[in-house]
């Protein structure tokens, strides 16, 4: 066999032998499939074809590596649903308010509460401000809707975006608070169940739109014992505004229904396409049920 290269200068790596262009003290046989530079194992990057070096797989443009842990951030409890994060913050808030500074919570229920003489008067924003109320220091009533708003909003929101999801959210509290309107002639009202009942219709008309795949019969199993037992919670507690739920639940079944009859399509166009057009039914049934607040 041939003899062995003289060593160089410097120490006993081989003259013939290259050395990583960004750590010099290591010898290296190993180069960029781009670029052609000696690159050693710390430097490579795995490629379609052989190994990069870190300056040839950098993102070019307005690409950027998007890390696992950013993934999880934004697939989990409230991550990528930022209209969620804020009704929680903001209807949490106000019940903290409630338990500590009750002077300050009734006054800012006597701007929101849904009252059915005022109302009558053309105060229709109140079924809507309503839904960030809730009993004053009764943790079981904001408890229960803001685990259900935490359980169902975020992925809600994620799947149809953020702008149709929030009026998704305030078209079912106005026809939650139409219904109170319509059937009772006198009382108040308050809390999210009117939104939340929207969530609820929208999840069950989805499932059984669904019905026919293994997720759509899953989603019908955990969603109609929940729904029944909800429902019937007003024959056991009768403070419970009942037509609130009512209300929502249609109005959310059947935004649903109409979301679902868009085609999602394909691409950035196509998809802000079909999220203006949620935005606009759901806008759509807003306006309707204020409409419809005025009228009756």
Known sequence: PPPPPPPDQTGGTPAS?????RHPDRPTRLSCSSCGRPICVDCTNPAAVGQKCPECAAPRGRSRIITAAEVRQGTTGVGGAPVTRAILGVTIAIGVIGF???GLWNQIARALIDNVQLVERGEIWRTVGAALLHSPRSLFHIGFNMYALYAFGP??????GSVPFLLFYVASAAAGGLGFQV????GQALGASGAIF???GGYVMSAYLSRHTAAGQAGLRQLMPLLLINLALPIFVPSIAWEA??????AGALMMAAWRALD???????????????SLIAGGVLVVCLGLLLVV
Do not use: I, K, N, S
């Open 245 to 250: 739920h009512v209300g929502g639940l249609l």
């Open 155 to 160: 992925q809600m929101e994620r799947r149809f």
């Open 198 to 200: 929207g969530l609820f």
């Open 100 to 102: 500590v500074l009750p």
């Open 183 to 186: 059937v009772r002639e006198t």
């Open 17 to 21: 032998v290259a050395t990583c262009y």
């Open 264 to 278: 999602d399509g394909a691409g950035v166009e196509a998809t802000r396409r079909v999220r203006a057009r949620r």
